[in-house]
């Protein structure tokens, strides 16, 4: 599976961005997808993630403003950021495995390459 993120860019606190993650290669739908992100000098994180039967996991620090979602017809997952934060500030990496969902970064076999989040104050 070869995955591509998309959707970054430059935002106010307080505005919205929705990411995409495109899947080719192979069918999506027997895969949970996670969103990680990488701050400058941080690890990557969990943020969110989302089963193959819609079943969804949120960070602690996005519950209320994140909100990922599958559209397997077109073999893509999408993640609705709202009110975002500048220590929301990364780079967003979307990744998959055949299993069920986990929040642990080394338990994706497949990721996309990553797309910059910039939230000003």
Known sequence: VQLQASGGGLVQAGGSLRLS??????????YAVGWFRQAPGKEREFV???NWGGATYYA?????RFTISRDNA????YLQMNSLK???????YCAARRAVV????SSYDYWGQG????VSS
Request: glycine share 6%.
């Open 115 to 118: 797309t910059l989040v910039t």
């Open 74 to 77: 077109k073999n893509t997952v």
């Open 86 to 92: 500048p220590e929301d500030t990364a780079v967003y």
């Open 21 to 30: 993650c495109a899947a080719s290669g192979r069918t999506f739908d027997s």
């Open 48 to 50: 969110t993630a989302i």
């Open 60 to 64: 602690d620090s996005v519950k209320g």
């Open 102 to 105: 986990t929040v642990t970064v």
